[in-house]
């Protein structure tokens, strides 16, 4: 059975803790990302919306930012939290457990921060991932590393290494990459 974050209200006490800033960065993973001005990013598993601002600013009025979530009451709280704070590039969608549902070839970036490891048969999700993205667009899986007190339980965290091989399987040119976090790994898997 998959972990289930099903009321907003209470996971964005944790999520939007002001406090995560200081180790998350999210100003450094939206440098990871290389995103410009109009470019369509996807932010897979995006729970409250915690990347929201940081993307939807990156690409601009002209770009496109997708919350996308398995949990209803995320998504629902992201579209308050998108109007709210007049961020007219987002438009947040609820998604199958299995399919992330872009339309082939339409989006830039995907990130997905701390959720490819709640993502069964991943291999073949990559390939739906794949196909999403345009040429040259790539996936950032942002997960916490074996060594950091941070994160859940150990034996619930996966590799970087294992997430290069599952990126690879759906047809990504995938690596890790280096970055700042101090306590998360970053893996991009670039569509040829
Ligand atoms: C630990 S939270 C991370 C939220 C957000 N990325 C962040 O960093 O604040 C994991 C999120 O992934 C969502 N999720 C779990 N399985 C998923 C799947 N198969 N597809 C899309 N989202 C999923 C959960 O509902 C939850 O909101």
């Known amino acids: 059975m998959p972990h289930r974050f099903e009321d907003a209200a209470k996971w964005a006490k944790v999520f939007d803790d002001p406090a995560r800033d200081v180790w998350q960065r999210p100003a ?26 940081h993307l939807s600013k990156a690409v601009g009025a002209s770009g496109v930012v997708l919350g996308l979530d398995v949990e209803a009451d995320m998504v629902r709280h992201m579209g308050e939290r998108a109007a709210s704070g007049g961020l007219s590039n987002v438009t947040a969608k609820l998604v ?14 995907v990130l997905i921060v701390d959720t490819w490891h709640h ?3 991943r291999e073949a999700y990559s390939k739906k991932l794949a196909a999403g993205l345009k040429p040259g667009g790539f996936v950032a899986v942002v997960d916490f590393t074996m060594e950091t007190d941070k994160g859940p339980p150990k ?32 893996v991009v898997g670039v569509k040829k």
């Open 96 to 109: 199958a457990f299995d399919d992330p549902g872009l339309v082939a070839a339409s989006v830039d970036r």
């Open 28 to 53: 450094d993973v939206v440098v990871v990302l290389e995103l410009k001005p109009g470019m369509t990013v996807a932010d897979l598993g995006a729970g409250t919306g915690y990347f929201l601002p």
């Open 155 to 186: 034996k619930h965290r996966i590799a970087p290494e294992q997430v290069v091989a599952e990126l690879s399987a759906g047809g990504l040119s995938a690596r890790v990459v280096e970055e700042p976090l101090p306590d998360q790994y970053v």
């Open 119 to 121: 993502i069964a048969s």
